[in-house]
């Protein structure tokens, strides 16, 4: 699409596309989308104008976003979420251990360059969180017992 994305606009292509295709829209069983307005809007949302123009259609509404939030709601992962936040913070709040960091990585050619704040604002950037100390644990892991060594010196 290009342009707006209106809730109409989007109906209007999603009409195209059924009438293109020739699909029953009898057969259409689920919508899935980002929650934002355009999408949801009861009015002038893609979903309201769906239930407008086809109110027998039984369609159930699912939200990519809110589908996250009960997974990550359903799999309580805030003991692991915990110590993984408190261990970016170490790193990353004391400003000369992050630059030590850093160089460390820089120095073993580490995957990444760095690791990542977690905001439970945005807490889809939980998984990124978890795959970056993942993908440098082994780092992290050399970086701490070097800082360790060094300290009883």
């Known amino acids: ?10 109906f209007c292509e999603f009409e195209n596309c059924i009438d293109k295709l020739r699909l ?3 057969k259409l069983c689920n919508v899935t989308t980002d929650g934002s307005p355009n999408m949801v809007g009861i009015n002038q949302g893609f979903v309201g104008k769906f239930n407008s123009k086809y109110p027998e259609n039984d369609v159930f509404l699912h939200c990519l976003i809110h589908q ?4 990550k709601s359903a799999l309580d992962i805030d003991h692991i979420l915990n110590i993984v936040v408190k261990l970016v913070n170490m790193i990353r709040f004391r400003g000369l251990l992050h630059r030590q960091f850093q160089q460390f990585l820089e120095s073993v050619h580490a995957e990444h360059s760095d690791n990542l704040y977690y905001s439970k604002v945005r807490w889809l950037s939980a998984g990124k969180v978890f795959e970056r100390i993942w993908d440098l644990k082994d780092d992290i892991v050399n970086f ?3 800082k360790e060594e060094n300290s009883h010196e």
């Open 1 to 10: 699409m290009k342009g707006t994305t209106t809730g109409a606009d989007i």
């Open 24 to 26: 029953p829209i009898d």
């Open 68 to 71: 996250d939030a009960l997974c």
């Open 144 to 146: 701490l017992l070097d």
